[in-house]
């Protein structure tokens, strides 16, 4: 069976800043990994590049064993990707219930106002509705998603990238910013995601959270792989240990 998701050799350079170096890794279907490194190591390059938002110098991406590595972001989006921040901003004007219906319809037609069209709406605004409950977003349906307080806004970008029943979803700092009891929600809906059999990637600097919930963690520094498996025995290794304190890691645990 081939992996959900398969990068090659991966590498990325902006002048004079090697961002991703020759990344390779495979992630089975089902995993919940932690992709963590210090400020600057080339995870958000890294992400951009596997969501098609940002072309590699040299590499591959394979999602489900199928090259995407030259299709558009909304053709990886159809294969089953997600990822929160980029692509799964909200639209602020429109209906929290909407954002979710219109995500749904998103998966279908790279055309969010054909989606709206093609979509039947009834049904789709009670699989909506049933998103928002799982993500502790119940009762707030009809509201603009301008007016959420911003921890409900992170969550709210959850809803939309589930909404398109994704295999993979990626999802970059999906904490920052959110106090603890809001962090605590997240991280428990991101479980339940992972539960559901969704393979998910995180991105985050929460180390406490990262470290309870991931099975396996990668870390990048300077755009290299420099760690990989079992978390407590990765985050035991000297070369990612020193990697963290000499890079002044900056986590967000005590926020
Ligand atoms: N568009 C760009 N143009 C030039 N340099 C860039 C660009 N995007 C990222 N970089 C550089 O590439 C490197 C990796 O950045 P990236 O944002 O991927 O790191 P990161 O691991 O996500 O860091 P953080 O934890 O702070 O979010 C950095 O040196 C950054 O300054
Ligand atoms: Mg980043």
Known sequence: MSAAL???DLAIRFGGVQAVAGVSFAVEAGDFVGLIGPNG????????????????????VRLGGIDVTGDAT??????????????????????????????????????PFRAMLHID??????????????VGLAGTERKLAASLPFGQMKRLEVARALAIDPKVILLDEPLAGLNHTEASKQIETISDVNKQGITVILV????????????????????LVIGDGEPRAVMADPVVHDAYVGGGMVTHAEA
């Open 74 to 111: 909304a053709a990886r989006v159809r294969r089953g990707l997600a990822l929160t921040y980029q692509i799964v901003r909200p639209f602020r004007e429109m209906t929290v219930l909407d954002n979710v219906v219109l995500g749904a319809g998103y998966r279908r037609t790279s055309n």
């Open 121 to 134: 709406r009834r049904r789709e605004s009670e699989r909506a509705a049933h998103i928002l409950g799982l």
């Open 6 to 8: 398969q990068l090659d």
């Open 41 to 60: 190591a080339g995870k958000t390059t890294l992400i951009k590049i596997v969501a098609g938002l940002l072309p590699p110098d040299r590499g591959k």
């Open 204 to 223: 985050e600097h929460n180390l406490e959270e990262v470290m309870r919930i991931c099975r396996r963690l990668i870390v990048l520094n300077n755009g």
